[in-house]
């Protein structure tokens, strides 16, 4: 018996095991259909698609909206340190920029986003 791990809805791994002895962890895993590969994609009504045909789900949707907002966000935390020599301005301009990426988790829509544009 075999088993699909899916995570953000992507087919992360295939397991193999024993249908007489089947551990918790897999407790919810779909069962796996034969052509269904790693990479496969699961849409919204629960059925696996190849990447190739698929259209992303919006679980991947928001998990890449995340990543790019993290990295923005790690890309200037120099600016909140104390000892950066920055105006009081500047620095607020920074602060309202990195409330504006944390905030856009809460659209509607994460394939029409508007990102905010960082103080020059």
């Given at each position: 018996?075999?088993?699909?791990?899916v995570v953000d809805g992507v087919v992360v791994n295939?397991?193999?095991?024993?249908?007489?002895?089947?551990?918790?962890?897999?407790?919810?895993?779909?069962?796996?259909?034969?052509?269904?590969?790693?990479?496969?994609?699961?849409?919204?009504?629960?059925?696996?698609?190849?990447?190739?045909?698929?259209?992303?789900?919006?679980?991947?949707?928001?998990?890449?909206?995340?990543?790019?907002?993290?990295?923005?966000?790690?890309?200037?935390?120099?600016?909140?340190?104390?000892?950066?020599?920055?105006?009081?301005?500047?620095?607020?301009?920074?602060?309202?920029?990195?409330?504006?990426?944390?905030?856009?988790?809460?659209?509607?829509?994460?394939?029409?986003?508007?990102?905010?544009?960082?103080?020059?």
């Amino acid at each position: 018996m075999k088993k699909l791990q899916v995570v953000d809805g992507v087919v992360v791994n295939v397991v193999e095991i024993d249908p007489d002895a089947i551990p918790d962890w897999v407790d919810g895993w779909p069962d796996h259909a034969p052509g269904i590969d790693i990479g496969w994609l699961q849409d919204e009504a629960g059925d696996f698609v190849p990447p190739s045909t698929a259209a992303p789900a919006a679980s991947q949707l928001w998990a890449e909206v995340r990543r790019r907002r993290n990295d923005l966000l790690t890309a200037c935390d120099w600016t909140q340190l104390p000892d950066v020599s920055v105006t009081e301005a500047e620095r607020s301009a920074w602060q309202v920029y990195r409330q504006a990426l944390r905030d856009i988790t809460e659209a509607e829509d994460p394939a029409a986003l508007s990102w905010p544009t960082p103080p020059a």
